[in-house]
């Protein structure tokens, strides 16, 4: 079965850092994009980054390209977003999310007619102005 442990995140300044890290366990093979999605109080849950281990493509939400950096560590089986000049507007709970067995890598993730199979509890990220 797989599991996503989120862990990061908290509370920062507008202009300062969090990073996010997204422990995963349980994949049967390499085929599968993780990232991250988020939402925020009376908005709806929106894609933010995602990668594929496998050939370590990226895709950014265009709010968050040149300031968000999305990583994996694929010995540790961990993805990592790291957050940099952080926005107000960037406050909202930060999910982990997977998208496996597609074939198509990220485009199974970033496309909403594939489905998101796994999901993380979720983690708040608070950015004070």
């Known amino acids: 079965e797989v599991q996503l442990v989120e862990s990061g995140g908290g509370l920062a300044q507008a202009g300062g850092s969090l990073r996010l890290s997204c422990a995963a366990s349980g994949f049967t093979s390499d085929d599968y994009a993780i990232g991250w999605f988020r939402q925020a109080p009376g908005k709806e849950r929106e894609r933010v980054s995602c990668?594929?281990?496998?050939?370590?493509?990226?895709y950014y939400v265009d709010s968050v390209k040149g300031r968000f950096t999305i990583s994996s560590d694929n010995a540790k089986n961990t993805v990592y977003l790291q957050m940099n000049s952080l926005k107000p507007e960037d406050t909202a709970v930060y999910y982990c999310?997977?998208?496996?067995?597609?074939?198509?890598?990220?485009?199974?993730?970033?496309?909403?007619?594939?489905?998101?199979?796994?999901w993380g509890q979720g983690i708040q990220v608070t950015v004070s102005s």
């Open positions: 999310a997977v998208s496996a067995g597609t074939g198509w890598g990220i485009i199974g993730w970033v496309d909403p007619t594939y489905k998101i199979n796994y």
């Open positions: 990668i594929s281990p496998s050939n370590g493509s990226t």
